[in-house]
């Protein structure tokens, strides 16, 4: 079902980016320098569709950087509990070595029992 889903979605947008790419293969200029507009310092040309693609791509992993960065709470309180899972898991293992040698029980009960 997932497979049809993506299937769905991505051929479509396929579709598109190629129908765009054939679409701008005029050579265009990107400048980044606002002071020469007649002939800039700081400029790029090539296809419009590459200039869309390279802006695309830049957004995704500036994109991802920055989520990555937000969970980095979520990630340390991820290990922190884990620590303490296996931490406590050791001490019931010990709790149970101890009582099965001894025949007594190593923790004490809730009282009124």
Not at 14 to 33: C, E, F, G, Y
Not at 44 to 56: E, H, Q, R, S, Y
Request: hydrophobic residues 50%.
């Amino acid at each position: 079902m997932r497979r049809i889903v993506s299937l769905l979605i991505l051929v479509p947008f396929a579709l598109v980016v190629a129908l765009l790419a054939m679409a701008n293969r005029v050579p265009t200029r990107i400048s980044l320098d606002p002071f020469t507009p007649d002939n800039p310092v700081w400029s790029v040309t090539g296809p419009l569709w590459i200039v869309l693609f390279v802006t695309f791509t830049v957004g995704v992993v500036v994109g991802g950087c920055a989520a990555w960065l937000v969970q980095g709470k979520h990630r340390k309180a991820e290990r922190t509990y884990k620590r303490e899972a296996t931490r406590l898991e050791r001490e019931v293992e010990r709790a149970k070595a101890q009582e099965a040698q001894t025949g007594l029980p190593a923790l004490a009960g809730p009282r009124g029992r």
